[in-house]
């Protein structure tokens, strides 16, 4: 039974992963650049036990825990974790032990990453770097860029290697210069990876869809074509990662779309956040989709085979009828002539990354069939298991051969994977510290919480208080 | 399904240089046209004046994909349109009788009346007062062209945002017209969005007055960097050299979300209770992913200590509506979610519009009973705009 008297789930299919996360540990830094590279990584973005530099000047979040004044939220969502938990937790005081209670090792550590697995109904996962998808595209040092990327591969690889038929590394690449992508896809390739990212964002004015020579753009042949035909041949899978936005250097144009949601909030003069973390993945991805798609790029690279991760998906259903219906329209305006509807590509060569909570996915299944791959998010703070994804999909109605096909057949036959089962019964609550809020004093902390004006919480004009204020709680935490 | 009636809530003009020599004030005729002046007759290039300066016009080529569709062209006759040649706008665009007769033939009995230009670049003038002029001539020849018929024409008046408190006399102004709706972008005016603490009063006299925040975003392709999100989708999209802009297939639906957030964490929903707040012309699929964003990380985000943290319960039990496509058959998928609160808008006469019969069959494609349907192309609208 599980902790509330329900009987445990089971399942017979595998579950594959196809976006969880590891925290970028510091031995990358510290173990995996190789000597020749240091120097020009260092320049590049190097983290140390103290703090993380961006091209040798400016300051960044680099994921450890000291970057955060309560539990560190890359590594928080597990097994038996949910945002309410989550939000007691930021609101009382934790000491280093629980903080560290709080901080799944399996963020940096293999084996205590598939204890979590077997508690979350995860057979196999694809893992991908954190704080590198903010900050690794606006290193300015293509040779930083390349030791560095050489350094997460090789890191990663010998992450996953403690479980190969079940822990999967993607790829990253030094996209700040074409012939070192393709230079790492083939090393990688070689390796045995099957996926590499790419950022869908303008970081240093390099969009990566530059796959035409331009007046501005270096040399004719070091383009980003070469990249995707590197892909093609390769067969590795191009994995579009969103990430919040963060602008880590001031510049003149946003780099991400999310920009644009921090700019409606006012923390710039003390005031209220509108957190990008809300919609920056959805919009950093629907615009890759949509301008690829409208273009006729997957026409130029037919072989290419496309995963867009953590953006959600609910969206796409909506997007791909209006660009079908602008296909028409602008038929005599579309510089490349198809006559294969941008519905019909995206079927054909693209995979998209669903969460659990979806339902309105779950709800259409018959969009998502073929092309919807099962994310956890996991250890992000909105990371969530599979066994809740698949009560939402009975939910829903999804049958069960369609939520193998969702839950991990989909993402292996994009990878080319061999499914495994390891898991087949929902495990047991973990057994919890004294200090951890029961059921009934969570009950009372969600009432209060949830509508703050009905317990009598007046509306709070942030921008009044006295910012020491800030300062003090900041440094109580 | 034939006799089902209709309200079309995303439904335009094409703003007439009417505005400019017969609307806009003597007094500010000149600095009006200087602030900002858009003249398109379909057989010339288009004039376009922003701020006293050229700006990118809606159009690169003879075809006016604002202003274009007509009652029975499919989206495959617009594509087979030569660009190089020009082609006469719709008349419905600019002239009532014609608008009422398009009407006829699509089978709406009522429409919205939104704007075109001064959705896409009246957000941008910079100078207030002027802005404001601007507003007034907009808002009296739209109520003109409404007057044509009254009970089936609902003019949606624009406000001068780049000044709250012109902002506050116009809406006094249009309310004593009888204006029911008012058009909000969700844009940056002059580096504010619209939930900045600026524009409270704008909302409580929205609320007070009952008349309908519209919010309509625009595609916003020949914007500035940082106004909206338009303006990054272009310039991104460029590299792959498409041959047409592209931006009116997100940006749209993402500055309209945005806002929605922004009045999540500002919590406009709660201080502004009964206003009624529309979100149009930017699809309506996108709403429940964007309320569930929004609970998650208000959950997560502890420091938000005074807003309600299920925001989805707020919002369908305010007055609120959310337009949506034909093609958005998620509406018709999901009707324990849009049965209430969602309406059908034709989009007319741009490019990508259609006739309420393609919603129509959307909807029973879908088996949506009568009693939704009828709420989803017509009594939904109706009671939100009384």
């Known amino acids: 039974?599980?902790?509330?008297?329900?009987?445990?789930?089971?399942?017979?299919?595998?579950?594959?992963?196809?976006?969880?996360?590891?925290?970028?540990?510091?031995?990358?830094?510290?173990?995996?650049?190789?000597?020749?590279?240091?120097?020009?990584?260092?320049?590049?973005?190097?983290?140390?036990?103290?703090?993380?530099?961006?091209?040798?000047?400016?300051?960044?979040?680099?994921?450890?825990?000291?970057?955060?004044?309560?539990?560190?939220?890359?590594?928080?969502?597990?097994?038996?974790?949910?945002?309410?938990?989550?939000?007691?937790?930021?609101?009382?005081?934790?000491?280093?032990?629980?903080?560290?209670?709080?901080?799944?090792?399996?963020?940096?550590?293999?084996?205590?990453?598939?204890?979590?697995?077997?508690?979350?109904?995860?057979?196999?996962?694809?893992?991908?770097?954190?704080?590198?998808?903010?900050?690794?595209?606006?290193?300015?040092?293509?040779?930083?860029?390349?030791?560095?990327?050489r350094a997460y591969n090789n890191w990663a690889a010998d992450f996953c290697s403690h479980a190969p038929q079940r822990l999967f590394p993607a790829g990253w690449l030094p996209l700040q210069s074409a012939d070192y992508t393709v230079q790492e896809l083939e090393r990688i390739a070689a390796k045995g990876f099957r996926v590499a990212l790419i950022r869908p964002i303008d970081a240093r004015g390099k969009y990566p869809n530059q796959i035409?020579?331009?007046?501005?753009?270096?040399?004719?042949?070091?383009?980003?074509?070469?990249?995707?035909?590197?892909?093609?041949?390769?067969?590795?899978?191009?994995?579009?990662?969103?990430?919040?936005?963060?602008?880590?250097?001031?510049?003149?144009?946003?780099?991400?779309?999310?920009?644009?949601?921090?700019?409606?909030?006012?923390?710039?003069?003390?005031?209220?956040?509108?957190?990008?973390?809300?919609?920056?993945?959805?919009?950093?991805?629907?615009?890759?989709?949509?301008?690829?798609?409208?273009?006729?790029?997957?026409?130029?690279?037919?072989?290419?085979?496309?995963?867009?991760?953590?953006?959600?998906?609910?969206?796409?259903?909506?997007?791909?009828?209006?660009?079908?219906?602008?296909?028409?329209?602008?038929?005599?305006?579309?510089?490349?002539?198809?006559?294969?509807?941008?519905?019909?590509?995206?079927?054909?060569?693209?995979?998209?990354?669903?969460?659990?909570?979806?339902?309105?996915?779950f709800r259409q299944w018959d969009r998502f069939e073929n092309i919807g791959i099962w994310s956890s998010d996991a250890y992000h703070h909105d990371g969530a298991d599979s066994w809740s994804a698949i009560v939402e999909m009975n939910d829903a109605g999804v049958p069960v051969e369609v939520q193998a096909k969702l839950l991990g057949g989909n993402a292996r036959r994009a990878y080319g994977i061999d499914g495994k089962v390891f898991v087949t019964e929902q495990a047991a609550p973990v057994e919890r510290p004294d200090w951890w809020p029961n059921a009934a004093e969570m009950e009372q902390f969600v009432a209060a919480q949830a509508y703050p004006r009905a317990n009598g919480a007046q509306p709070l004009d942030v921008t009044q208080l006295d910012p020491r204020i800030l300062l003090e709680m900041l440094r109580t935490m | 399904?034939?006799?089902?009636?209709?309200?079309?809530?995303?439904?335009?003009?094409?703003?007439?240089?009417?505005?400019?020599?017969?609307?806009?004030?003597?007094?500010?005729?000149?600095?009006?046209?200087?602030?900002?002046?858009?003249?398109?007759?379909?057989?010339?290039?288009?004039?376009?004046?922003?701020?006293?300066?050229?700006?990118?016009?809606?159009?690169?080529?003879?075809?006016?994909?604002?202003?274009?569709?007509?009652?029975?062209?499919?989206?495959?006759?617009?594509?087979?349109?030569?660009?190089?040649?020009?082609?006469?706008?719709?008349p419905g665009a600019r002239d009532p009788e014609a608008r009422l007769a398009d009407m006829d033939a699509m089978g709406i009995t009522a429409a919205l009346l939104l704007p075109t230009l001064f959705s896409e670049y009246y957000?941008?003038?910079?100078?207030?007062?002027?802005?404001?002029?601007?507003?007034?001539?907009?808002?009296?020849?739209?109520?003109?062209?409404?007057?044509?018929?009254?009970?089936?024409?609902?003019?949606?008046?624009?406000?001068?945002?780049?000044?709250?408190?012109?902002?506050?006399?116009?809406?006094?102004?249009?309310?004593?017209?009888?204006?029911?709706?008012?058009?909000?972008?969700?844009?940056?005016?002059?580096?504010?969005?619209?939930?900045?603490?600026?524009?409270?009063?704008?909302?409580?006299?929205?609320?007070?007055?009952?008349?309908?925040?519209?919010?309509?975003?625009?595609?916003?392709?020949t914007n500035p960097e940082w106004t909206s999100t338009g303006s990054y989708v272009e310039r991104v999209a460029q590299h792959l050299r498409i041959g047409h802009p592209v931006a009116e297939v997100v940006a749209p639906m993402m500055d309209s979300a945005t806002l929605l957030t922004a009045f999540r964490f500002f919590g406009h929903l709660e201080r502004f209770p009964r206003l009624k707040v529309a979100f149009l012309h930017g699809g309506a699929s996108w709403l429940p992913l964007v309320l569930e964003k929004s609970e998650t990380y208000l959950w997560l985000m502890s420091s938000t200590q005074d807003v309600t943290l299920e925001p989805e319960e707020l919002f369908f039990e305010r007055p609120a509506l959310i337009g949506f496509d034909t093609w958005e058959s998620s509406v018709a998928r999901l009707p324990d979610i849009f049965a209430g609160v969602a309406a059908w808008g034709s989009r007319y006469p741009q490019h990508d519009a259609s006739a309420s019969n393609e919603a129509e069959e959307m909807l029973q494609r879908y088996s949506v009973p009568r009693v939704q349907a009828t709420k989803l192309l017509y009594e939904n609208a109706v009671n939100f705009f009384a």
């Open chain 1, 212 to 361: 035409f020579p331009s007046v501005t753009g270096g040399t004719i042949r070091n383009t980003m074509d070469k990249v995707y035909r590197c892909f093609e041949e390769t067969g590795i899978v191009v994995g579009m990662h969103t990430f919040p936005a963060v602008a880590c250097e001031p510049s003149a144009t946003a780099a991400s779309p999310g920009e644009l949601i921090s700019r409606a909030g006012d923390m710039h003069v003390g005031g209220r956040m509108v957190d990008p973390q809300t919609l920056s993945f959805v919009f950093e991805a629907m615009i890759w989709v949509a301008h690829i798609l409208l273009s006729g790029f997957l026409d130029i690279y037919p072989r290419l085979r496309m995963a867009i991760f953590e953006s959600n998906s609910s969206w796409i259903p909506s997007l791909l009828d209006h660009c079908d219906r602008l296909f028409k329209l602008y038929r005599n305006e579309r510089r490349i002539r198809s006559d294969r509807l941008p519905s019909e590509a995206f079927y054909q060569q693209c995979f998209i990354a669903f969460e659990s909570d979806e339902s309105p996915t």
């Open chain 1, 1 to 149: 039974m599980t902790g509330n008297g329900q009987a445990r789930l089971t399942k017979t299919f595998p579950v594959f992963d196809c976006d969880a996360h590891v925290n970028d540990p510091l031995e990358i830094w510290s173990n995996y650049v190789e000597p020749e590279y240091v120097e020009a990584v260092k320049g590049a973005y190097w983290r140390d036990g103290k703090q993380a530099i961006l091209n040798g000047r400016t300051a960044v979040l680099s994921g450890a825990s000291t970057d955060f004044p309560s539990y560190n939220p890359i590594c928080i969502a597990g097994p038996g974790m949910n945002k309410k938990i989550m939000r007691r937790f930021q609101q009382i005081p934790l000491s280093p032990e629980q903080k560290k209670y709080l901080e799944h090792q399996g963020a940096y550590d293999p084996a205590a990453r598939l204890r979590d697995m077997d508690l979350m109904g995860i057979d196999q996962v694809l893992v991908i770097p954190t704080m590198l998808v903010a900050n690794f595209p606006y290193i300015e040092s293509t040779e930083g860029a390349l030791g560095l990327a």
């Open chain 2, 123 to 221: 957000p941008l003038i910079e100078n207030p007062d002027v802005a404001w002029a601007l507003a007034r001539a907009y808002n009296d020849w739209l109520y003109d062209f409404a007057a044509a018929s009254p009970e089936r024409l609902v003019p949606a008046a624009v406000l001068p945002m780049q000044s709250p408190g012109l902002a506050l006399h116009e809406l006094a102004r249009v309310a004593a017209k009888g204006f029911r709706a008012a058009v909000i972008r969700p844009a940056y005016f002059n580096g504010r969005f619209p939930n900045h603490r600026d524009y409270d009063a704008v909302w409580a006299d929205l609320e007070r007055l009952g008349i309908a925040a519209c919010i309509v975003p625009s595609a916003g392709a």
């Open chain 2, 1 to 90: 399904m034939s006799k089902q009636k209709i309200f079309d809530c995303d439904s335009h003009v094409f703003e007439p240089t009417d505005i400019w020599t017969e609307y806009l004030e003597p007094d500010y005729r000149v600095v009006g046209r200087s602030a900002f002046y858009y003249e398109a007759n379909g057989s010339a290039p288009a004039i376009a004046v922003l701020n006293g300066r050229p700006a990118r016009t809606l159009s690169a080529n003879g075809i006016n994909r604002y202003a274009i569709w007509q009652p029975g062209m499919t989206p495959e006759q617009i594509g087979e349109l030569d660009p190089a040649a020009a082609h006469k706008i719709n």
